[in-house]
């Protein structure tokens, strides 16, 4: 994309300086300082005092929404009075026990302003130029090629897993069920499980970490996990209220790489932010460039 800097970024400068100099009236708003006599203070009351500085109802207004209830509005109030004296009391302690290089806060100050609007602008572009659709090319491409970075951090399984109290009718019946190869009887499940489980899953084409499957279960007590899944094909087992039905239809071991399955979703998220970057950059160089050819600007270099 070609931008023209001197149209394009004044533009974008102008907006973002009108937004940001009303932040910062807003906030200036907030922070009033109303001195002790004036024809305000004997209009409005305040609602809290730091030294010479007050803080007065009117600056409270827009911390709550009708929506809220009255006593949330309150707890909200409060907290923002709480947080408005701790920030003079620290303002104050700052500009007595240091001194402060006025012009070097200053330019703080603008650079962190100007860092802002960068910012701001930069999401603005990548909002408008990215593409977040990924094909299923473009995550076996990654995958194959970045299988070093999806080695896997602790055991996981494809398989099924039910939570049943012990008093759920035909109980017995459950483990059959379970591995059977019947599309009628794994219907039969899912609606016996539907009624009575207190937990379960069924997709067995989904990979699950085993640790938190077994969490809260007999099976959490497991000493060795990796010896264990590969003896334990099905099990049963009770507590005193539930009864656990696991089968495990696959697993991976820990320090193995990561079924693609597992790890699509991180997949996407990855080539996404990839692709934000990449349009920063972008973005930095086509205006650098543009500028450049126009010569917007000059560098000047000392004999």
């Not at 330019?107 to 130029?129: F, G, P, T």
């Not at 483990?175 to 016996?192: F, H, N, Q, T, V």
Request: aromatic residues 12%.
């Amino acid at each position: 994309m070609k931008l023209k800097l001197n149209q394009c970024m004044s533009n974008t400068v102008i907006s973002l300086a009108a937004i940001s100099l009303c932040s910062v009236l807003a906030a200036c708003d907030l922070f009033k300082i109303k001195e002790a006599g004036s024809e305000l203070e004997s209009e409005i009351s305040p609602v809290a005092r730091v030294y010479e500085e007050y803080l007065y109802t009117e600056d409270l207004e827009g911390l709550t929404s009708e929506a809220i209830n009255s006593s949330d509005s309150t707890d909200i109030a409060e907290r923002y009075i709480r947080s408005w004296i701790k920030k003079q009391l620290l303002i104050d302690q700052a500009s007595t026990r240091i001194s402060f290089d006025e012009a070097e806060l200053s330019r703080k100050i603008l650079d962190y302003r100007y860092a802002l609007m960068v910012h701001e602008y930069k999401q603005y572009y990548i909002n408008e130029q990215l593409r977040t659709e990924v094909t299923e090319d473009e995550i076996l491409t990654y995958y194959n090629s970045n299988q070093d970075n999806f080695e896997l951090k602790q055991n996981i399984i494809r398989g099924i897993f039910i939570k049943l109290p012990r008093e759920a009718p035909k109980i017995n019946k459950v483990g059959k069920l379970i591995r059977s190869k019947s599309p009628k009887d794994s219907e039969e499940l899912a609606s016996y499980c539907f009624q009575f489980a207190t937990y379960y899953t069924l997709e067995d084409s989904v990979w699950l970490n085993f640790s938190e499957i077994i969490q809260s279960t007999p099976l959490a007590s497991i000493p060795n996990q990796e010896q264990y899944l590969k003896s334990n094909k099905y099990v049963e087992t009770t507590d005193q209220n539930f009864g656990y039905f696991l089968y495990i239809k696959e697993y991976k071991i820990a320090d193995q790489t990561s079924p693609l399955e597992f790890v699509r979703d991180n997949i996407k998220e990855i080539i996404v932010n990839k692709r934000k970057i990449t349009l920063a950059n972008r973005l930095e160089t086509d205006i650098y460039s543009e500028a450049q050819k126009n010569n917007d600007f000059e560098i000047y270099r000392s004999n």
